[in-house]
């Protein structure tokens, strides 16, 4: 059974920062992508970073230069670093990877709540 667990969602002033984790855990062989999703009321799961297994990566357009996703690969852990928040980076943010366990599989935590209010 693998699990991904998520934390560091909170609440932040718009320009503040926060520190998401997602460790995995169970029988896991192989790692490839993992990235980070959001999905905000109303609005489409979209994709925020994400990161190959070696270490290349990609962002979408709103967040580069505010966000890094980076990963752990011996603790099985990927993080994303937000800085200058903003209110529209409100949503519940997702964890996601394409674990190998007994088959490639897309796994998905369970979601972290992000609010960036005053």
């Known amino acids: 059974q693998v699990q991904l667990v998520e934390s560091g969602g909170g609440l932040v002033q718009p320009g503040g920062s926060l520190r998401l984790s997602c460790a995995a855990s169970?029988?896991?062989?192989?790692?490839?992508?993992m990235g980070w999703y959001r999905q905000a009321p109303g609005k489409q799961r979209e994709l925020v970073a994400a990161?190959?297994?070696?270490?290349?990566?990609n962002y979408e357009d709103s967040v580069k230069g505010r966000f890094t996703i980076s990963r752990d690969n011996a603790k099985n852990t990927v993080y994303l670093q937000m800085n200058s928040l903003k209110p529209e980076d409100t949503a519940v943010y997702y964890c996601?990877?394409?674990?190998?366990?007994?088959?490639?599989?897309?796994?998905w935590g369970q979601g972290t709540q992000v609010t960036v209010s005053s």
């Open positions: 996601n990877a394409e674990i190998l366990s007994y088959g490639w599989e897309d796994y």
């Open positions: 169970g029988n896991i062989f192989s790692i490839n992508a």
């Open positions: 990161i190959t297994s070696g270490g290349s990566t």
